[in-house]
Nanobody, 121 residues
Framework: QVQLVESGGGLVQAGGSLRLSCVAS????????MGWYRQAPGKQRELVAA???????NYADSVKGRFTISRDSAKNTVYLQMNSLKPEDTALYYC???????????????WGQGTQVTVSL
């Protein structure tokens, strides 16, 4: 079993910053891509940023230049530094990881429970 636990969400004024963290634990053989998604009320879940095991990153256009994703593979942890936050960034942010639990099993997607980010005017 694999668990992803997010932390770092909260309430912040527009223009402020937050740093999200997500730790993966459990029966982990290896982790491929890790990423952050978000879902605002009434909207579909969308990719915010992702980072591969080799460090390649991918960002949604709406967050480029403001958010930075990073990872500490030794700690099975992924971070999302969010700067210049806007009210439209308000959403439930989910951590995602592609995890292989043994060498013989393919990578599967795992999700955290989500952490709320609220940006006020």
């Amino acid at each position: 079993q694999v668990q992803l636990v997010e932390s770092g969400g909260g309430l912040v004024q527009a223009g402020g910053s937050l740093r999200l963290s997500c730790v993966a634990s459990g029966s982990i053989f290896s982790i491929n891509t890790m990423g952050w998604y978000r879902q605002a009320p009434g909207k579909q879940r969308e990719l915010v940023a992702a980072i591969t095991r080799s460090g390649n990153t991918n960002y949604a256009d709406s967050v480029k230049g403001r958010f930075t994703i990073s990872r500490d593979s030794a700690k099975n942890t992924v971070y999302l530094q969010m700067n210049s936050l806007k009210p439209e960034d308000t959403a439930l942010y989910y951590c995602n990881a592609e995890v292989r639990t043994t060498l013989r099993i393919a990578y599967n997607d795992y999700w955290g429970q989500g952490t709320q980010v609220t940006v006020s005017l």
